[in-house]
């Protein structure tokens, strides 16, 4: 029986291999939560919000159908932390780092799997990659928590400090939007600390470096902080991100200067809280500010910033920035009649327009087709069921209030929503798509008007 799941596991793509193990680790996920151990004491084990939860954490999205702190014991807790680390930085990065420690050969098809899981650009040097993503990693973390620990520990004494630092420094840089703040009020988030300057600039901080992506860090750290000398990729990813953090903070503040959501705040207060949302929005999910009080021109730009989400090989979802980027950077060239998409002085390479906009595409699909579904099964508004799919496909985790109270097929929809945002379109359509098929000689060519 091993022996033939080990065949059957050969004869696996890299891509459907990436599948298998994410749902692998969200079932295992389930089970360890439905325990009697992973619940506080008075709460019954739900099997749906255990694989909610689960599904949540490993697609580090942070929807939940109840809240972290109320509902899961310290044991739970855990469970949820280690399965937002696997999704983070992904459960091959893990596995090859494991089979270096104890000294096992790295074959091509480990490699692969590696280079599939995280985006790499080549296969060579991935066991090098991954050394420093995992050093990388524990660095950042252990520095966030350190720097949490000042507020968490006076407040909640040492013990229980520490776990807490712990906790929002990985949730924070993996991106995932779980909090165990509910101690002050049932999924308030961080809307207590929303006039915390050094708490909501350590959580910004590690959300922006972990959705910046493991290969910009190592090609800043290569270029020695230089601009000019970084590839383009990282210029690409940087430039795009400051870009949108700036640009939600403004427009945010300028929306809700008067909303319900930023009443009794200062001026300054609000100024954070509006730069806090902008950089949350790019997947990391928490929220210093009711989002149920926002008014509607915020929650679309909000959806707007969700869907663009973090950058390749990161700890981030969403359709990425480098998508985005090429898809603006394409209708530029349509409008200066350029044959080729440049950008920083470098050409593109040629089909880039396809494969974001079937990525885009793909992503307004599900997203739009779960809206309408949840939108009509729930009878809620529909800008509030986008609000909800979007931040599920982009893995965000931000709501509007609305996941708790959503039926059991709604929650099914949600799920599947993290799952491809966090495996991502381009792997699900590799894993089952057929290259049999393909023909070597092209059609004859005729020409089609559009516009």
Not at 200 to 205: A, D, G, P, Q, T
Not at 218 to 242: C, D, G, P, Q, R
Not at 360 to 381: D, G, K, M, Q, R
């Given at each position: 029986?091993?022996?033939?799941f080990?065949?059957?596991?050969?004869?696996?793509?890299?891509?459907?291999?990436?599948?298998l193990?994410?749902?692998?680790?969200?079932?295992?996920?389930?089970?360890?939560?439905?325990?009697?151990?992973?619940?506080?004491?008075?709460?019954?084990?739900s099997?749906?919000?255990?694989?909610?939860?689960?599904?949540?954490?490993?697609?580090?999205?942070?929807l939940?159908?109840?809240?972290?702190?109320?509902?899961?014991?310290?044991?739970?807790?855990?469970?949820?932390?280690?399965?937002?680390?696997?999704?983070?930085?992904?459960?091959?990065?893990?596995?090859?780092?494991?089979?270096?420690?104890?000294?096992?050969?790295?074959?091509?098809?480990?490699?692969?799997?590696?280079?599939?899981?995280?985006?790499?650009?080549?296969?060579?040097?991935?066991?090098?990659?991954?050394?420093?993503?995992?050093?990388?990693?524990?660095?950042?973390?252990?520095?966030?928590?350190?720097?949490?620990?000042?507020?968490?520990?006076?407040?909640?004494?040492?013990?229980?400090?520490?776990?807490?630092?712990?906790?929002?420094?990985?949730?924070?840089?993996?991106?995932?939007?779980?909090?165990?703040?509910?101690?002050?009020?049932e999924?308030?988030?961080?809307?207590?600390?929303v006039?915390?300057?050094?708490?909501?600039?350590?959580?910004?901080?590690?959300?922006?470096?972990?959705?910046?992506?493991?290969?910009?860090?190592?090609?800043?750290?290569?270029?020695?902080?230089?601009?000019?000398?970084?590839?383009?990729?990282?210029k690409?990813?940087?430039?795009?991100?400051?870009?949108?953090?700036?640009?939600?903070?403004?427009?945010?503040?300028?929306?809700?200067?008067?909303?319900?959501a930023?009443?009794?705040?200062?001026?300054?207060?609000?100024?954070?809280?509006?730069?806090?949302?902008?950089?949350?929005?790019?997947?990391?999910?928490?929220?210093?500010?009711?989002?149920?009080?926002?008014?509607?021109?915020?929650?679309?730009?909000?959806?707007?910033?969700?869907?663009?989400?973090?950058?390749?090989?990161?700890?981030?979802?969403?359709?990425?920035?480098?998508?985005?980027?090429?898809?603006?950077?394409?209708?530029?060239?349509?409008?200066?009649?350029?044959?080729?998409?440049?950008?920083?002085?470098?050409?593109?390479?040629?089909?880039?327009?396809?494969?974001?906009?079937?990525?885009?595409?793909?992503?307004?699909?599900?997203?739009?087709?779960?809206?309408?579904?949840?939108s009509?099964?729930?009878?809620?508004?529909?800008?509030?069921?986008?609000?909800?799919?979007i931040?599920?496909?982009?893995?965000?985790?931000?709501?509007?209030?609305?996941?708790?109270?959503?039926?059991?097929?709604?929650?099914?929809?949600?799920?599947?929503?993290?799952?491809?945002?966090?495996?991502?379109?381009?792997?699900?359509?590799?894993?089952?798509?057929?290259?049999?098929?393909?023909?070597?000689?092209?059609?004859?060519?005729?020409?089609?008007?559009?516009?």
């Amino acid at each position: 029986m091993a022996q033939k799941f080990l065949n059957f596991i050969k004869n696996l793509s890299p891509m459907k291999i990436i599948i298998l193990g994410y749902c692998l680790i969200i079932l295992l996920g389930s089970v360890l939560l439905s325990l009697p151990i992973s619940v506080k004491e008075g709460i019954e084990p739900s099997f749906l919000t255990s694989f909610f939860t689960s599904t949540s954490a490993t697609c580090v999205t942070g929807l939940i159908r109840a809240d972290t702190f109320t509902n899961w014991s310290y044991f739970g807790q855990a469970v949820i932390l280690i399965l937002i680390q696997i999704g983070g930085i992904g459960f091959m990065t893990i596995c090859i780092s494991a089979l270096t420690v104890v000294g096992k050969n790295i074959g091509f098809a480990q490699r692969s799997l590696m280079q599939n899981s995280i985006s790499a650009p080549q296969i060579g040097g991935i066991v090098k990659i991954t050394k420093f993503i995992m050093l990388g990693t524990a660095i950042i973390e252990v520095t966030g928590a350190i720097l949490l620990s000042f507020y968490f520990c006076p407040l909640l004494g040492i013990g229980k400090g520490i776990w807490y630092s712990v906790f929002h420094s990985i949730s924070a840089f993996c991106n995932a939007g779980f909090d165990l703040m509910g101690f002050r009020g049932e999924c308030s988030s961080l809307t207590t600390l929303v006039s915390n300057v050094y708490v909501n600039l350590v959580l910004c901080s590690l959300i922006i470096i972990g959705g910046l992506g493991f290969f910009v860090w190592k090609n800043i750290l290569e270029s020695k902080f230089k601009f000019k000398k970084m590839n383009l990729h990282a210029k690409l990813v940087i430039v795009v991100s400051i870009t949108l953090v700036v640009f939600g903070t403004l427009v945010l503040f300028i929306f809700g200067f008067n909303s319900e959501a930023y009443n009794g705040l200062s001026v300054p207060e609000k100024v954070l809280a509006s730069f806090f949302q902008s950089v949350s929005t790019r997947t990391a999910g928490f929220n210093t500010v009711d989002l149920a009080k926002i008014n509607e021109a915020s929650k679309f730009l909000m959806i707007c910033l969700m869907l663009v989400g973090g950058s390749p090989g990161s700890t981030a979802g969403g359709m990425k920035t480098t998508t985005f980027a090429v898809l603006i950077l394409s209708v530029v060239t349509t409008f200066r009649h350029r044959k080729s998409i440049e950008a920083f002085g470098r050409r593109f390479e040629e089909g880039m327009t396809r494969t974001v906009t079937c990525i885009f595409i793909l992503y307004l699909f599900f997203a739009c087709s779960a809206t309408v579904i949840i939108s009509h099964i729930e009878n809620i508004p529909f800008i509030d069921a986008l609000f909800e799919t979007i931040s599920a496909i982009a893995t965000v985790g931000l709501t509007v209030g609305i996941t708790s109270s959503l039926s059991t097929i709604s929650c099914l929809i949600l799920c599947f929503l993290m799952f491809f945002g966090r495996v991502g379109s381009i792997t699900m359509l590799l894993a089952f798509s057929s290259t049999k098929n393909k023909k070597i000689s092209s059609l004859p060519l005729e020409k089609v008007q559009v516009g």
